[in-house]
């Protein structure tokens, strides 16, 4: 049995319980999760809240790498190789909020998959007629909710690929041409990256107001 002690929060309890249901296929986590009282609609919430934070998380990062990349560009003298080891090591952490990014929205349309389903199919145990519509017309907001959320996140996370595409080429490049001939090459992409990360931030900012919302619709 787990040792649940004080403090110890639903994000940290699923993470844990993850990890030890990992080669058991989702129906035997969901349920093991009901016996615990987290039921998939907690676990939706979670796991919103989830990808909600790994956006705000790579919304900055992004913001940190394309300040980086300004100040290749800007570069007036110094350590050349350090200051492309500073874009490398921001371009490599952008990677990695990324991919947090993409598991974190797998992961959610996961779990709604299973609760909408769920959700379905225990509409045909209600005897009484109006607390089926009532739940049928629960469902039907929810999953209207849930696919303007889904719709926001993946808008932000197609934006995601093309911005590291060009961080990527733009690292490769100094990485083989450390010398000021380089670096005046790159001054003429500073606007674009500028542009594309802009852009990738909106989505993301509009992904994490929708997913705020989503999250009070469930709640309430």
Known sequence: MLN????????????????????SCQTTYYKTMEQFGYHKRDILVDR??????????????????LEQFSSVVNFEGGDLE??????????????????A???????????????????????GQY??????????????????????LIRAMKRAEAKIEPVLATFRDQVLYLKHNLNARAIAALQG????????????IQEMEAAINEANAFIKTLES
């Open 189 to 200: 992409e500073l606007n674009t990256i500028e542009t594309d990360v802009n852009q990738l």
């Open 127 to 148: 005897n009484n007629p109006s607390l089926r519509r009532s739940s049928e017309q629960k469902l039907t907001q929810t999953r209207s909710h849930y696919d303007k």
């Open 82 to 99: 350090a200051v492309y080891n500073q874009l490398n090591d921001e371009f490599q952490e952008s990677e990695e909020k990324a991919e």
């Open 4 to 23: 649940i002690s004080p403090g110890f929060t639903l994000r940290t309890f699923l993470t844990s319980l993850s990890l030890l249901l990992l080669a």
């Open 48 to 65: 919103v809240e989830g990808v909600r934070d790994a956006q705000v998380e790579a919304k900055e990062q992004f913001q940190s790498a």
């Open 101 to 123: 990014v993409r598991n974190h929205i797998a992961s959610v349309e996961n779990v709604a998959e299973a609760l909408f389903e769920e959700w379905e199919e225990e509409l």
